[in-house]
């Protein structure tokens, strides 16, 4: 960010400017707020040159970004219009607040799982928009610089100020005159002889997807003067071979070397023919390196898929469970009952035979002898059977428990399967709501896209 008293900002009016944020080949681009009751946070674009060329580039631009649909990751415009000081023209867009592409390679984040597939489907899908088109339109300066993040991680495509109609008046510009970045210039930007065409993104996004991958662009120069190094870069576009993701970088997965190698082939007609072939090739091979294998995903939702001995174990100790509670909840208390009915019989013709004994003897002395009656103690298996029927009692329930346990973990283990509906990622073993691992998106259905 430039450091910039606020006496150096540019005034506009209904809007409060905050600080600068970049400064380009054309204009320069400021934080601002809108002075209404919401106080929404803005970008503005005033453009610097006023030259014929660089205002029919500023309305090429404008002319693409108002027209762009809300679910296109193309950075919008709200309004556009001319300062009345001094005439300049000037447009607001949304400030997104995060950091740019070229931030996140230089920190090392851009290779990240959850940034590289989500970041790359993204842009492709924003150009996908513009490439489809009645008058496909070409962006011509695919870079790192021009891909913003929302503070949330999302990924939009800017500036199309340098940006083509195909069959447009300027198609046909010689490479001299063709606005690019030279480090992602494409061989038909570059003077190739081919004409610029939607496939010269592909071959500019190739470059950003390398520079993702391994952290460094693939074509550089050690020279210190420009245009040395200008005319280093235009032949190696033109002529040198892809490098190696594995030689920049040995972490790289190598199933990413087939894409880059297509998207960046000198030839268009070797190249992929549309954004939407490479945004498939993309998807399939991010499905091969980072999705979830069965095995996982199954540990992940059912716990014991992989595992049945579990099952058996807890089955096998349900089953001595329930034939030991069966016993001393039903065998036991019969055997007690047929004891106690025996007892009382034993009491009951003792009790007879005493008071028998008593009246004999009274009978037969003169003085009444007082016979006390004791009973008689008789132990019985109740006391000690009761302790059994707790245990009983508690090992049935202990069988409930793992039933319910057991059922519910084969619920889980016949999960039907979801996936997501942008690049068929299996995601079931993500919670409701959370992004896809391998694309980002949140929408998820039954059936494999």
Known sequence: ?????????????????????????????????????????????????????????????????????????????????????????????????????????????????????????????????????TEPIVHRDIKPGNILFETTGAAFLADYGVALYIDGPDLTATYDEAPRSKSYMSPEQAGSGNPVTVQSDIYSLGVVMFEMLTGQKPYQSDSDDMHMAYLTLRQQHLEADVPKLTAVNENVDNRWQSIVDKAMAKDPADRYATIQEFRRDLLTVANAVYAVSNEETEKQ???????????????????????????????????????????????????????????????????QAVIELT??????????SLPLREIGIVLWALVIVVGIVWLIMRRRNNVEPEFCMNCGANVTHLAPGQACHICGDVRRGKKMV
């Open 301 to 367: 939702g059912a716990g014991v898929a992989k595992r049945p001995w579990i099952t058996q174990l807890m089955l096998g100790l349900a089953l001595l469970a329930a034939l030991f509670g069966a016993y001393n909840v039903v065998y036991i208390p019969r055997q007690i009952a047929v004891q106690q009915t025996q007892t009382a019989l034993a009491v009951t013709a003792t009790t007879e035979f005493l008071q028998a004994e008593a009246t004999a003897a009274a009978a037969a002395t003169a003085t």
């Open 1 to 133: 960010m430039n450091d910039t008293s606020n006496s150096d900002l540019p005034t506009f009016d209904g809007y409060e400017i905050e600080a600068p944020i970049k400064t380009g080949g054309f204009g320069t681009v400021y934080k601002a707020r809108e002075l209404t009751d919401d106080r929404r946070v803005v970008a503005i674009k005033l453009l610097d040159k006023l030259d014929t060329e660089t205002q029919q580039r500023w309305l090429r631009e404008i002319s693409v970004m108002k027209t762009v649909p809300q679910d296109v990751p193309i950075v919008p415009i709200y309004r556009s219009g001319t300062r009345a000081s001094d005439g300049r023209p000037y447009y607001v867009m949304p400030y997104l607040g995060g950091k740019t592409l070229a931030e996140r390679i230089k920190d090392g984040t851009a290779s990240e799982q959850s940034v590289f597939v989500p970041t790359l489907n993204r842009i492709s899908k924003a150009l996908a928009h513009a490439h489809g088109q």
């Open 375 to 384: 009973p008689v103690p008789v132990t019985t298996p109740n006391s000690g």
